[in-house]
């Protein structure tokens, strides 16, 4: 059985596969990026719970990131329209089917980076908020 927080990841990775760019969970940069776009899923950091008692309750506000990538010569109007298609996926169903409290995406901070000898890449890392609720932290 799949903890809360696994299944919460697993949920959101489902959800981004639905978009039409290749979408990988936890993998490294592949050598070439499709020209819809490349995200990568990553885990990130479950943070300092917030904690009530009675029954014991462990609140988190987890940060997962989302890389996002493209490459070609329309990059830039490439680029935002992956950043949106996000915007919708995660929109479309805030809660994951339910498993999780909210789930709410932060702007990403575009940068330009050279390949030698190729286009240059448009890449940003989308902080992504996992608000969800467990009774054990490693649950």
């Known amino acids: 059985m799949l903890t809360s927080r696994e299944s919460i990841l ?5 959800r ?17 990026v499709l020209s819809a776009g490349l995200l990568i899923l990553r885990d990130g950091e479950p943070g300092e719970p917030e904690v009530t008692l009675s ?3 462990y609140h988190y506000q987890h940060r997962a990131e989302i890389e996002a990538v493209v ?3 329309d990059r830039d109007a490439t680029f935002d329209v992956l ?5 919708a996926a995660l ?20 940068v330009d ?15 992504v908020i996992l608000h969800y609720t467990v009774a054990d932290p490693l649950s």
Do not use: F
């Not at 980076?113 to 902080?127: H, N």
């Open 10 to 14: 697993a949920a959101l990775h489902t």
């Open 16 to 32: 981004l596969s639905a978009l039409p760019s290749v979408v990988l969970r936890g993998d490294v940069l592949p050598e070439r």
């Open 55 to 57: 029954p014991l309750t």
């Open 71 to 73: 490459q070609g010569s």
């Open 83 to 87: 950043c949106a298609s996000i915007g």
């Open 91 to 110: 929109a479309s169903d805030r809660t994951l089917g339910g498993i999780c409290d909210w789930v709410e995406a932060e702007a990403p901070r575009p």
């Open 113 to 127: 980076l050279p390949v030698e000898g190729a286009a240059s890449l448009k890449a940003a890392v989308i902080p």
